[in-house]
């Protein structure tokens, strides 16, 4: 019986060495390891960063970045009971291995928030609001990376101070999304860097119309017991390029995610390993009541630097096909804040793929962005005692506030829209000889053409077929809810 205690006790010890042997594994201190230690795709990752158990609200919460070679990944987790549930796994949150050599990321949590700071140069803040993680704030230390610097204002709108590149000088400011974004849509590599991205992104993904021409998955796949094995295409095509060197495929015994149907194809995404993902066309139909994929007439963009296409927007990112900038592709659609699905006539035989938004652009249009930076501001009428009735506040990505006040001086509903300056080609439309044209588009459609002179006292006027007005430059400060 000694002998079997004794036993017994050496072999407990050793079970007791082996877990925590595990646990140093991964360097980790909170529930987070509960998750990892049953899961052996972790084994050859450690923990870059963690916050440890924390309470946020009634919540025992732990957040981790896990880090393998290749791979990092994010996972924000929850106490349920006696155990731990990842509620978020983000390998997009974090940037990986290749992009961020040798800087570590950092996680720190307060209160309600946690903040992710790589090398104190750049902060993101995420705030624990309406049962989910949102990103709050966001900071970058420029001009030194980036040449320009990005603000969040606390109430969810994401503007922009932007200067030419390598400088601090100021030109203006941009509103870039009104939405909070969620911690599982966060992109920390295609956010937006500069003027320059915001104003593509916005004038792309406007093209594409208000949400009716964007693609989500609208349905899961359960899986089949008697699993059929279905290639998988990179376009509607049975010509198209296929991704694992021609042999991608999927099995309908697993899970998998489907967008729609495209002219007799589905549009699927399923997960390759831990680290990989892919969206792609499989032939036929493979629900009862399928919904159609949302694709836009294409509209004819560029590559406004040298980019890539990936297969993999939600996951990996991998470049499947580099693209030059002024490489020409069709714009079919967007896949949310970041991308858009494009079509690749030149790839050599049919491609469909997502591009990042940042890095897409209109063939030359004529637009005059320095004439646009110049008059980014608000602007209100010059008409004595009426001063600042028909304010206009125009941003350097080429969107705009207008909005009118009562006799009362209370500000009435604003109204939005998109705005171009070109240089003027029909002179003879105007009351008196102008040198640009500034061309409003609302956001139900109606459009106002106006010529457009600029003045050495810093005023600007507004000149249609036949009238004048006067505007002058307001300051922010002026107005307390303009």
């Not at 010059?382 to 506040?393: C, E, I, K, P």
Request: charged letters at 20%.
């Amino acid at each position: 019986m000694r002998k079997f205690l004794l036993m017994l006790t050496a072999c407990l010890l050793l079970c007791a060495h082996v877990t925590a042997a595990m646990a140093n594994q991964w360097g980790l201190t909170g529930g987070i390891y509960d998750i990892v230690a049953d899961n052996d795709e972790y084994d050859a990752y450690s923990a870059d960063a963690e916050t440890g158990n924390e309470k946020v609200l009634d919540r025992h919460v732990d957040i981790a970045i896990m880090t393998s070679r290749y791979h990092s990944q994010l996972i924000a987790a929850v106490r349920q009971g006696k155990t731990w549930k990842a509620e978020t796994v983000s390998t997009a949150a974090v940037y990986q291995p290749g992009d961020q050599r040798g800087i570590r990321p950092e996680l720190t949590h307060i209160n309600n928030s946690f903040t992710l700071t790589y090398d104190g140069r750049e902060t993101y803040t995420f705030m624990y609001m309406d049962g989910r993680y949102v990103l709050w704030e966001v900071f970058f230390n420029a001009p030194s990376i980036y040449g320009d610097s990005m603000l969040w204002d606390g109430e969810g709108y994401l503007y922009w101070e932007s200067g030419p590149e390598g400088s601090a000088q100021p030109i203006g400011d941009a509103l870039w999304r009104t939405e909070l974004i969620p911690l599982e849509s966060f992109n920390i590599a295609q956010l937006p860097r500069s003027m320059a991205d915001v104003r593509r992104m916005n004038s792309v993904s406007r093209a594409f119309g208000e949400m009716q021409d964007r693609i989500a998955p609208n349905a899961d796949w359960p899986g089949e017991k008697k699993g059929r094995k279905l290639a998988v295409y990179a376009a509607p095509d049975a010509k198209a390029w296929r991704a694992a060197n021609g042999k991608a495929s999927v099995s309908t015994g697993g899970r998998f995610r489907i967008y729609g149907e495209y002219d007799g194809w589905t549009m699927i995404e399923y997960e390759v390993s831990l680290r990989t993902s892919r969206i792609g066309f499989v032939k036929g139909s493979l629900m009862d009541a399928p919904e159609a994929l949302e694709i836009h007439t294409p509209i004819q963009l560029v590559t406004a630097r040298d980019t890539f296409l990936t297969d993999d927007p939600h996951v990996s990112q991998y470049p499947q096909m580099t693209l030059p900038a002024g490489t020409k592709v069709q714009g079919l659609s967007l896949l949310g804040d970041y991308y858009a699905l494009v079509s690749y006539p030149d790839a050599g035989q049919p491609v469909w793929g997502f591009v990042p938004l940042r890095d897409l652009t209109f063939p030359d249009d004529g637009t005059r962005w320095d004439v646009m930076d110049r008059l980014t501001g608000k602007w209100g009428q010059s008409a004595g005692a009426d001063t600042g009735a028909n304010l206009r506040v125009l941003f350097s990505d080429g969107s705009f506030r207008a909005i009118n006040k009562d006799e009362d001086f209370n500000w009435l509903s604003d109204e939005y829209g998109q705005y171009r300056i070109t240089a003027c080609t029909d002179g003879a439309h105007y009351a008196e000889p102008v040198l640009y044209e500034i061309a409003f588009t609302y956001q139900n459609g109606a459009q106002e053409r106006y010529g457009l002179l600029l003045h050495e006292d810093g005023s600007i006027t507004l000149v249609t077929d036949d009238s004048v007005s006067w505007y002058e430059r307001i300051d922010y400060s002026t107005f307390g809810n303009g």
